[in-house]
Structure formats: C-alpha cells, structure tokens
C-alpha cells in the first residue's frame, strides 16, 4: 500500500526565504503527483500536477521536482510572501487498479513579515 | 467559469437525521469523488464514481451514501448510522481516472 509522508509538519519561515517541501512516496509506480494548496477552512486549490513522465513543472514562483526512483517529490517556492502561507499537500496516483491518489497530511507554512 | 460547486457552505444535523451535501461540477469531468477531513487525519475517501450510474466505496463508506444520476452531480448522503459526523467535506472532480484533480471549496457539518 502506498504511503505519503511529507516532511516538515510544519515551517515559519520570515519573508523573502526560498523554501523546500518534501513529498516522500512507498511506491513508485505512480501515474501522476499533484502539488495543492488549502487555506483553512477551504477547499484545494491544485498547483502543479506533474506526469509520471515528466522531471519537473513550473509555475510563476512555485517549481515542483518528481524522482520517482528515489520516491521523491519537492516543492521550491522562491521568495516566499505572508499569502504563502497555507497547508501544501501532495497526492500521488498509482499507475493501474482504480487511480484513486494517496494524500500526504501537509506542510503547514507561515511566512511572517 | 468551470468548476465544482458544493453547498451549503455550513450545514447542522440533529442526532438522527439524515443529511445531503450537493456537489456539483461543470467542467465536464467523468469522475467524481468525496472526501473526510479531520483535524490531524488528513484526507480520507468516502466514495467515488469514475461514469455515470456506477459508484465505489472509498476507505471509510459506512454510514454514507451517494448517487450518480448525472455526470455533472454526485451528492453525498449522511445518515444517521454515522455516529460521528462532525468534518469538513470536500467534492473533488477529475477529467477521467489518474487525471489531475479538482476540489470544490468544502461543506462543514457539525451535529447539534
């Protein structure tokens, strides 16, 4: 059975720090990884969604890298800003049976002025 | 705009009572999904139905019921075999099995 573990549980980092988040996955034969991002009491807003086939995807300050070998998936975020901070999971999808992702419980992140 | 919507927003239930969650989505995505947040339990999978007319059940479906008469709706019901009812539910959609997905903005329900 998969499992997701994402390292650290939680940062508080001050403005401006580029940041590292860590998405650590059992198996790798996975079909795809998504980066997501959840203020509290809302939903999830999906951030980068990375293929099997791909190494990395970019979007504005936000790159995420996939090593499926070593069962890896980090999160850079450059130049953090206080409206950075939320809670950032990761949700792997195998490849083959029904498709259905295992979340990790989160990074929660605060970026303080 | 496409998206997912779920409502109510916030949502009471008497000891006893049935309630349904709507979820709605208009991006024209084949499967459907329902998911349990707890404080500290992250994220855990009620139901899902990947076409119309056929559902399965997720990790912890007792309790709950769902239908899907509609590719564009999935409501979720909770009844009163779920001794504990108290979460937040989210409704995610994706374009078809293994593909990215995307959550609506979550129900929270509280028992009186």
């Known amino acids: 059975k998969q499992e997701v573990t994402q390292i650290p549980a939680a940062l508080s980092v001050p403005e401006g720090e580029n940041l590292v988040l860590n998405c650590s996955f059992t198996?790798?034969?996975?079909?795809?990884l998504q980066w997501f991002r959840q203020d509290p009491g809302k939903g999830l807003t999906s951030l980068l969604l990375?293929?099997?086939?791909?190494r990395e995807q970019t979007s504005g300050r936000l790159n995420a890298s996939l090593d499926k070998s070593s069962g890896r998936s980090t999160l850079y975020i450059a130049a953090s800003q206080p409206g950075d901070s939320a809670t950032y999971l990761c949700?792997?999808?195998?490849?083959?049976?029904?498709?259905?992702?295992?979340f990790g419980r989160g990074t929660s992140l605060i970026v303080h002025p | 705009d496409g998206g997912i919507t779920q409502s109510p927003k916030y949502l009471f239930r008497k000891e006893g009572q049935n309630v349904t969650l709507s979820c709605e989505q208009n991006l024209n995505h084949d499967a459907m999904y329902w998911y349990r947040q707890d404080p500290g339990q992250g994220l855990r999978l009620i139901y899902y139905?990947?076409?119309?007319?056929?559902?399965q059940k997720g990790d912890i479906a007792e309790g709950y019921s769902v239908s899907r008469e509609k590719k564009e709706s999935f409501p979720l019901t909770v009844t009163s075999a779920q001794k504990n009812p108290t979460a937040f539910y989210l409704c995610?959609?994706?374009?078809?099995?293994?593909?990215?997905?995307?959550f609506g903005s979550g129900t929270r329900l509280t028992v009186v």
């Open positions: 198996d790798s034969a996975i079909y795809n």
């Open positions: 995610a959609s994706s374009i078809d099995s293994g593909g990215g997905y995307t």
């Open positions: 139905s990947q076409i119309v007319n056929d559902f």
């Open positions: 990375i293929q099997s086939s791909q």
């Open positions: 949700a792997v999808t195998p490849s083959g049976g029904s498709y259905i992702p295992t």
